[in-house]
């Protein structure tokens, strides 16, 4: 697909990196890409940088390769250029280093500047590693990690992690049998340049087998502070450069190797493999950035105006869809309308070679659309392959695809339905191959829009206007009429009248008193409304239809004990019998004893309740109620502890160990009241009752409630 981005293309031809030591000056040739500056022999130096308008965009690395303080090295432009739009600028630090590039007018642009001296900071160099891992590590300790040639069993050993699912975790970790921790100069917190690289290879331990000499860098434009900054590493050399030794063949284009023996330091690896490259050779490639990567020969699309893409290898009939965070290869079925060639409308036999399908010569590529197929699975659109053979599934309706109701397909050939479109009404919609489909003719013909009326055997009414308040009725066979609304300010009724054997036209009009019968004791007819009146009832209704109410007397009720006309709220009026239990108040003296388990908001755990309750007198356990006090659901057993003037401890259990403890199970609410196989559910006076908390799952607070009946 078309892209919009922009690149970055860097031609390097015969490119040099320069080791400068023993002068007090150094002029930049246009070739070079690095120069290394040994100030150690003159206490004043200078770099001079070529003229802007003769390198436009020129990038060059310096770096400041000794340790001798008091020596100067001033990087110097060329006269009426400004470097970040100074007259100079000073390395003082050893393996301090700047990254310049020429904005191709008068000035050269700082992009990145490692090794000052301010608190804080640190060098582009960052430490060496003993070798790369690139799967993600989810616990990061012990000793037991093996990959890349290595294996880390030794205390100290430093690997690189590349591969974390949390990008923040990636970088140098020191391994150790405990918890492994960051290097001294990659420490937590710690606040590393963008470029800042390691050298993988060196250290306790063997080389790597895979990623040895190679240097490894952080990709960003910007600082990173170490486990905060989420971070990618690469390799720096993957792709950009192939490097010839000089006595060996050339070195494999993901990575740079060297003998050991000629990096005996980490302090001095920089300057020793700048000078291996200064002795061999070095071969320019195109260099692709932003949204694309690789070289120019082997280019990867890597984003889209600066949005990711995703590195899943798309399949046939994948679309490019954004997640609204990256852009993956997705599978759409349902594409609102699609096209197809042809549509056959009866079984076609033989799915296979190029027919002729309404008139339509298919052949190579062409798309079926079959809507009568014997079995209806096989519905659907086809496309008819390379050649003429069997034919295959829509490449953008595989099998197995869900293809959803009310999918679309517009006819683009054939002398009875070209311009007209057919949908899928499978309700629920069908997998491709395994569902039936039915596809039926989207009616009228959308080729030219609609015009005239629609009839009523096609879904219409006949019609071309309607009114306010209008109502459609068949006035004859397939054929609509429509009754005007009633607009008089006079409530109308709709009202028809029919022959005995065939119905009539509707009309309105007002109910007359002869529309509705004379009341009788079998036909209500038509009756007056009557207003409510307290305590009367209708006793009657006239011939007339008028209602007659009356307060009814207790006479007038069947059935009615003497008891309802005595008022029984006042003692006096009860002169014998005895009143049932039900109706006298309970004076049981019943109590409520509630514990309540909470851990700071976190999942309970298991234990004894840090509480008590003392009883003075005799009682008797009625129920148990447990309750989550967060309403998160869960599962708890408790345990009842009993103990005679002592706190209760788990051994004082009145459950017992055959008892059925109370327990709530994946809810928020339980109550027992049957105690099943307990020991005993009896209290005497100074008792002192406590609960153990036995299991727990999901839940934070727990209240448990002991109901008892005091003896």
């Known amino acids: 697909m078309p892209v919009s981005s922009k690149i970055r293309v860097e031609f390097l031809p015969d490119p040099t990196v320069q080791i400068i030591s023993g002068v007090s000056s150094y002029a930049v040739l246009a070739t070079d890409v690095a120069v290394f500056y040994d100030a150690s022999s003159n206490s004043a130096n200078t770099i001079n940088l070529p003229a802007s308008t003769s390198v436009p965009g020129k990038r060059l690395a310096l770096v400041r390769s000794d340790a001798v303080s008091g020596h100067t090295l ?40 490692a090794g000052l001296s301010a608190a804080g900071t640190t060098t582009s160099f960052l430490g060496t590693v003993n070798g790369v891992y690139s799967s993600n590590v989810s616990s990061r300790s012990g000793l037991s990690l093996s990959g890349d040639g290595v294996a880390y069993s030794s205390d100290g050993m430093v690997v690189l992690l590349v591969g974390q699912t949390t990008h923040s975790q990636n970088g140098p970790w020191v391994v150790h049998s405990g918890s492994w921790t960051r290097p001294t100069w990659y420490a937590t917190s710690a606040v590393i340049p963008a470029g800042g690289f390691v050298w993988v290879g060196y250290g306790a331990g063997t080389p790597t087998t895979v990623n040895g000499s190679t240097f ?12 905060t900054t989420a971070t990618t590493w690469f390799n720096a ?42 002795t061999g050779s070095v071969t320019g490639t195109v260099q692709l950035t932003g949204d694309f990567g690789g070289t120019a020969t082997t280019p990867l699309t ?38 197809c060639t042809c549509v056959a409308t009866a079984n076609v036999s033989s799915l296979s070679g190029t027919p002729f399908i309404d008139g339509v010569g298919t052949g190579d590529g062409s798309i079926v659309l079959l809507t009568a197929q014997t079995s209806t699975v096989d519905n659907g659109p086809w496309q008819i392959p390379s050649g003429g053979g069997a034919w295959v599934r829509d490449p953008f309706l595989p099998t197995g695809a869900t293809l959803t109701y009310g999918s679309l397909l517009w006819v683009d050939q054939g002398p009875t339905l ?35 009326s629609v009839t009523v055997p096609n879904g219409g009414t006949g019609l071309t206007s309607a009114t306010l308040g209008d109502t459609l009725y068949a006035s004859a066979t397939n054929t609509l009429a429509k009754l005007s609304g009633n607009t008089t300010s006079t409530k109308k009724f709709y009202t028809q009248t029919g022959t ?17 019968p004379s009341p009788s004791s079998s036909t209500l007819g038509g009756v007056q409304s009557a207003a409510a009146v307290s305590h009367q009832w209708v006793d009657s209704i006239s011939t007339s239809g008028v209602p007659h109410l009356s307060q009814p007397a207790a006479s007038d009720i069947t059935g009615l004990a003497t008891s309802a006309t005595t008022d029984t709220t006042n003692a006096s009026n009860i002169s014998s019998g005895t009143l049932a239990t039900a109706r006298l108040a309970d004076t049981t003296n019943y109590r409520h004893i509630t514990f309540v388990f909470g851990n700071g908001g976190s999942v309970l755990t298991t234990g004894l309740v840090n509480a008590c309750a003392a009883l003075d007198g005799g009682a008797t356990l009625v129920a148990v109620y447990l309750m989550s006090a967060d309403s998160t659901s869960g599962s708890a057993t408790v345990d009842i502890l009993r103990a005679n003037a002592a706190v209760p401890t788990s051994s004082n259990s009145i459950v017992g160990g055959s008892g059925t403890k109370p327990a709530l199970s994946s809810a928020t609410y339980a109550k027992d009241t049957t105690f099943t196989s307990w020991t005993s559910t009896t209290f005497s006076a100074d008792d002192v009752i406590s609960l153990n908390l036995t299991a727990v799952t999901s839940i934070k607070y727990l209240s448990v409630t002991l109901v008892i009946k005091v003896s």
């Open 237 to 278: 050399f993957a792709s950009t450069l192939q490097v010839t030794d000089g006595t060996t063949t050339v070195s494999s284009v993901a990575s740079i190797s060297f003998p050991d023996s000629t990096v005996t330091n980490p302090s001095g690896s920089i300057a020793q493999v700048a000078a291996r490259l200064a």
């Open 302 to 339: 890597k984003g889209l105006n600066g949005t990711a893409v995703s590195s899943t290898t798309p399949t046939a009939g994948q679309y490019l869809v954004y997640s609204g965070s990256s852009w993956a290869p997705k599978t759409l079925y349902n594409l609102g309308i699609g096209i």
């Open 216 to 227: 490894w860098t952080v990709q960003s434009t910007s600082s990173v502070n170490v486990d």
């Open 418 to 452: 070209y311009g007209k479109t057919f949908w899928m009404c499978t309700s629920g919609g069908a997998v491709v191959g395994t569902d039936p489909q039915s596809w039926e003719l989207v009616k009228p013909n959308f080729n030219g829009g609609v015009t005239g």
């Open 74 to 113: 001033i990087v110097t432009p060329h006269s009426g250029d400004t470097i970040n739009g100074a007259s100079s600028l000073l390395l003082y630090n050893q393996y301090e280093a700047i990254e310049i590039e020429n904005d191709g007018s008068d000035n050269w642009m700082v992009l990145s500047h």
């Open 500 to 516: 005995g054997s065939a119905s009539a036209a509707p009309a309105w009009s007002t109910i007359a008193g002869s529309d509705l």
